[in-house]
């Protein structure tokens, strides 16, 4: 067995025997990391409440010759307690540790991807804002290469502004007045998509609850849940504004 340290967020945590859990991380060096926490459930434990959902914490741990490794020293490096406290930030950082999850590979480092998870929940507790989780997602897509088409007819190639109006899931992206499809789409929500995807995520970040950043939650979902081909259950039992 190897000996290993790293940082990661907690995205979830199972049950195991009477006294332990299985504690799948997103780490920065390892990647997806399930993990045994032995007996962390007992009342005596000194870090069980440290591996919950959503903790970023620095560990220690030996790398099993199985799919399980096991965890011997925790230490909290943010709780995120402003999210915690919140039941709207709540369900939206799940959401995104439940996509972590399903992207992220078992012991295959991706280090923009943990990076990009840690600032989201940092941002949520910064901000009650409805875009973080949205965001999250389509800077997700972009990561595995499936970001969405925004800056011309992904069917016909015309790329005047004035008559996109229109965007669609299966097609992968904004669809100009003569192939719409799909969703309608105003200019409101087509201008936050783009600074998201292009280098303004930061003043999308502190955007006011409006119906432009309703339709690109909406749409930022789907485009996920088709991505990942499942629905998000965090979300749809939740909500984020």
Known sequence: MTQFRD???????????????????????????????KGVRRTTSKFGARLEPLSHVALLGW????????????????????VREDLDRMAAGLSMLEVVDQVGQ??????????????????????????????FFLKVLALEGTAPVLDACVSCGEDDDAVLVAFDI????????????????????LGLLRRILGGGLAGVLTEPRTAATDDVAALATEAMEVHLDRRLRSVRTGHFA
Not at 11 to 30: F, N, Q, Y
């Open 7 to 37: 940082r990661g967020v907690v995205l979830r945590t199972i049950r195991l025997g009477e006294a332990d859990r299985i504690i799948t991380l997103m780490t920065e060096g390892h990647g997806k990391v399930r993990a045994v926490a």
């Open 63 to 82: 790398q099993g010759r199985g799919d399980l490794d096991t965890v011997n020293q925790v230490e909290v490096v943010d709780t995120f307690r402003a």
């Open 106 to 135: 078992e012991r295959h480092a991706n280090p923009p991807l943990y990076t990009m998870l840690v600032g989201a929940i940092g941002a949520l507790a910064d901000h009650h804002a409805p875009l973080v989780a949205p965001a």
């Open 170 to 189: 299966l097609e992968g992206g904004v669809l100009c007045q003569d192939c719409r499809r799909g969703r309608p789409l105003g200019p409101e929500t």
